[in-house]
């Protein structure tokens, strides 16, 4: 199935969410959790993704993740992700209490479409408090989500991105085998995997083409991650945006929507004059206003 005939699919039968000028949200994408193993991209980043979605939590915002949240290619075994990475999880769990995460699913973790296969994630083991914990019961992933202005009735579209790309969505299981059996034991004598966007840039431009072509033909602000190239349009006719990643070398990447404008911002490791060290935040392109 084309990504046109994809997208279409879902834009009729995602859930809706609707907002307003007070709403905050930041958009964040492809952090590939992983088992804290040497293939565990996340690792690098982990405290500037930890400290960034402290400031997010504590500032009022919602946090939606567009996919790739969790490598599931790669690994198996969901709750040893969590186990990994117990205090990202938890942090995760304080937005979910307060009806502040939506998480979706990319071409890594789509099975986490399967209620059943998110059972480990209603509770965790609290090292400090030996015993069990309620984390995220009852998470719902879903492959898109609206976000719907309640006073203009314009409309946000969000996906992971991978749609309609034919090794990472129609025949996204044998990719799996490719990725978990060939390429990951490959990936120590620096082979990249073929079926990865993020890293083949001629795969990652025809993918950005696809979805930037599909939001101008349906006048349809999209927003997207999968590719891992954050995109901030300077064309104001132009709809398609991508928040990046939290996989990039020595930062990571997120789109903010706040007062009615979208922002793209990094987080990364700085330093005082004194030459302490420190995370924080930098503007690259915005804000912009919604219409």
Same mark, same amino acid.
């Given at each position: 199935?084309?990504?046109?005939?994809?997208?279409?699919?879902?834009?009729?039968?995602?859930?809706?969410?609707?907002?307003?000028?007070?709403?905050?949200?930041?958009?964040?994408?492809?952090?590939?959790?992983?088992?804290?193993?040497?293939?565990?991209?996340?690792?690098?980043?982990?405290?500037?993704?930890?400290?960034?979605?402290?400031?997010?939590?504590?500032?009022?915002?919602?946090?939606?993740? #567009?996919?790739?949240?969790?490598? *599931?290619?790669?690994?198996?075994?969901?709750?040893?992700?969590?186990?990994?990475?117990?205090?990202? =999880?938890?942090? #995760?769990? $304080?937005?979910?209490?307060?009806?502040?995460?939506?998480?979706? &699913?990319?071409?890594?973790?789509?099975?986490?479409?399967?209620?059943?296969?998110?059972? $480990? &994630?209603?509770?965790?083991? &609290?090292?400090?408090? $030996?015993?069990?914990?309620?984390?995220?019961?009852?998470?719902?992933?879903? +492959?898109?989500?609206?976000?719907?202005?309640?006073?203009?009735?314009?409309?946000? =579209?969000?996906?992971?991105?991978?749609?309609?790309?034919? #090794?990472?969505?129609?025949?996204?299981?044998?990719?799996? =085998?490719?990725?978990?059996?060939?390429?990951?034991? *490959?990936?120590?004598?620096?082979?990249?995997?073929?079926?990865?966007?993020?890293?083949?840039?001629?795969?990652?431009?025809?993918?950005?083409?696809?979805?930037?072509?599909?939001?101008?033909?349906?006048?349809?602000?999209?927003?997207?991650?999968?590719?891992?190239?954050?995109?901030?349009?300077?064309?104001?006719?132009?709809?398609? =945006?991508?928040?990046?990643?939290?996989?990039?070398?020595?930062?990571?990447?997120?789109? +903010?929507?706040?007062?009615?404008?979208?922002?793209?911002?990094?987080?990364?490791?700085?330093?005082?004059?004194?030459?302490?060290?420190?995370?924080?935040?930098?503007?690259?392109?915005?804000?912009?206003?919604?219409?």
């Amino acid at each position: 199935m084309s990504t046109e005939s994809r997208l279409n699919k879902l834009l009729k039968t995602t859930p809706v969410i609707s907002y307003d000028y007070l709403s905050r949200f930041v958009i964040m994408s492809d952090c590939h959790r992983g088992t804290g193993n040497w293939g565990d991209n996340f690792l690098k980043n982990q405290n500037i993704y930890s400290a960034a979605l402290r400031h997010y939590y504590q500032n009022g915002y919602t946090y939606i993740e #567009l996919g790739d949240g969790d490598e *599931l290619w790669e690994n198996r075994n969901m709750e040893e992700i969590v186990a990994t990475h117990s205090d990202i =999880f938890e942090l #995760l769990s $304080c937005f979910y209490k307060n009806n502040r995460l939506h998480m979706l &699913c990319g071409n890594h973790d789509f099975i986490k479409k399967k209620p059943q296969f998110l059972r $480990c &994630c209603n509770d965790y083991y &609290c090292e400090s408090q $030996c015993s069990k914990l309620p984390l995220m019961p009852g998470l719902c992933v879903h +492959e898109s989500l609206i976000l719907q202005n309640k006073v203009s009735g314009s409309s946000i =579209f969000l996906v992971h991105g991978h749609q309609g790309d034919l #090794l990472n969505d129609t025949f996204w299981k044998f990719s799996r =085998f490719l990725v978990r059996y060939i390429w990951r034991p *490959l990936e120590l004598f620096a082979l990249n995997d073929p079926t990865s966007a993020a890293k083949n840039n001629t795969k990652k431009s025809a993918v950005e083409q696809r979805l930037s072509a599909w939001s101008s033909k349906h006048s349809q602000l999209l927003i997207a991650g999968h590719t891992h190239r954050p995109i901030f349009p300077a064309d104001k006719d132009s709809l398609y =945006f991508n928040c990046g990643s939290c996989v990039h070398p020595y930062c990571i990447t997120a789109l +903010e929507i706040r007062d009615n404008k979208i922002t793209l911002v990094k987080w990364l490791v700085k330093s005082h004059p004194d030459l302490s060290m420190y995370i924080g935040r930098e503007i690259l392109a915005g804000p912009a206003a919604l219409s």
